[in-house]
């Protein structure tokens, strides 16, 4: 008889906290605009009513998680997260001591530290050049495009190219390293187009295999290294979609670095992610899924890192142009999918599908913007004219 009082109390709390859970969700994205198995493109549509209470204890990472186990559905992601991002619902709904343990992961033991260095490599750019080259441009380049008075995405990263380099006013002879330096992409690009010789480094071997080849015929060398392993200087450095890898605890050693490699008169352009807000750990479902050790920096962190090193001669904000990006990326990876689902199971579409459409969303929402910043050890001559 006791037994059975007992598991009657037991059903009538879970009953009440998953009711309260189910209120809080809802809640959440009511405030967005978003109702649970509603019509709108954006509304969700819950498969499994497991949904609440892996959202109540784990946060993004259930949200993401259950997506990709097929917990719940959505037209549009990318306008789902249009609206819920603003909002900041990490605040309202998270796994607080997951979240603290991570803190203290990342103060203690320093994930994007040199040990660690290639485990992005390995992790996300070495899972096969066939769906990057399916899911790119012509040109393989994995970074937001430059969109004004372009039609295509083959025209957005060639322009974005052709930016980066009138922007550090690259000339022929001069000798360029390229940090992060992808398959090749801008290496190939400058070498062809402006006459300069690049070193690129990448920490990804797939990367640096087929980028070889790409460039091949060219003064253009793709090495496979760690940025802390280079010890030579150059007329101008770039770094193009690589500094949310380096880590906040690395950002300074990072500026020393370039600082070290770049000739007095040098021009170094940083092309990065920027958040609005200064943060120490990266969203867990992104973290664990799709950049591990990876920090996308503030504009505070980052004048911390430029501190008596550099001199800030120029930032171009055109973050609005990644959701433009990002949705091409999509519209190429699901148009291309029966060619790769032999090499990649349903569950690995849902989460790069999940992993596109939700990075979209935060860029439409403005939340999440991209920074060229253009930078000089000694300050331009006569001041430094702004390129667009």
């Not at 189910?22 to 493109?41: C, D, K, R």
């Not at 039609?151 to 190219?161: V, Y």
């Not at 496979?224 to 500094?243: A, C, K, P």
């Not at 008169?265 to 920027?274: K, Q, R, V």
Request: neutral net charge.
């Amino acid at each position: 008889m006791r037994t059975s009082r007992h598991n009657g109390l037991v059903a009538m709390v879970n009953g009440h906290a998953q009711k309260q859970r189910q209120y809080l969700v809802h809640e959440i994205l009511a405030s967005a605009g978003i109702t649970i198995n509603g019509t709108m493109p954006w509304d969700i549509r819950i498969n499994d009513e497991r949904f609440y209470e892996r959202i109540a204890l784990e946060g993004s990472l259930g949200l993401g998680e259950s997506y990709m186990d097929g917990w719940w559905d959505c037209d549009q992601i990318d306008e789902f997260f249009k609206r819920l991002m603003p909002l900041d619902p990490q605040k309202k709904i998270r796994n607080d001591w997951h979240l603290l343990s991570r803190s203290l992961y990342v103060s203690i033991f320093n994930p994007s530290r040199k040990s660690k260095a290639f485990a992005i490599g390995e992790k996300h750019y070495d899972i096969g050049n066939d769906l990057f080259a399916k899911m790119l441009d012509k040109r393989m380049v994995y970074s937001c495009g430059y969109w004004k008075n372009a039609r295509t995405l083959d025209e957005a990263q060639e322009k974005k190219l052709d930016l980066t380099c009138r922007k550090l006013g690259l000339k022929p002879g001069d000798r360029v390293l390229d940090i992060g330096c992808g398959w090749g992409g801008f290496a190939r690009y400058a070498a062809e187009t402006y006459g300069v010789s690049v070193v690129g480094i990448t920490v990804s071997r797939q990367q640096q295999e087929l980028g070889t080849q790409l460039c091949k015929g060219l003064p253009v060398e793709l090495r496979l290294q760690d940025y802390r392993d280079l010890d030579e200087t150059f007329d101008h450095i770039v770094s193009i979609g690589m500094f949310e890898h380096v880590g906040w605890r690395n950002h300074r050693t990072y500026m020393e670095f370039v600082h070290k490699c770049l000739n007095d008169d040098g021009l170094f352009l940083l092309h990065t992610i920027g958040d609005r807000r200064s943060e120490q750990v990266n969203d867990p479902w992104m973290g664990k899924y799709i950049f591990p050790n990876a920090l996308i920096p503030s504009m505070g962190q980052i004048g911390t890192a430029l501190d008596d090193l550099f001199i800030i001669e120029d930032v171009h904000n055109f973050g609005f142009y990644y959701d433009r990006t990002l949705m091409s990326w999509f519209e190429n990876f699901d148009r291309c999918w029966d060619s790769l689902k032999k090499a990649y199971d349903n569950r690995f579409y849902r989460m790069w599908k999940y992993y596109l459409l939700s990075s979209a969303g935060p860029f439409r929402a403005r939340s999440l913007q991209v920074w060229q910043i253009i930078l000089s050890k000694h300050g331009v001559s006569g001041g430094y004219s702004a390129v667009r």
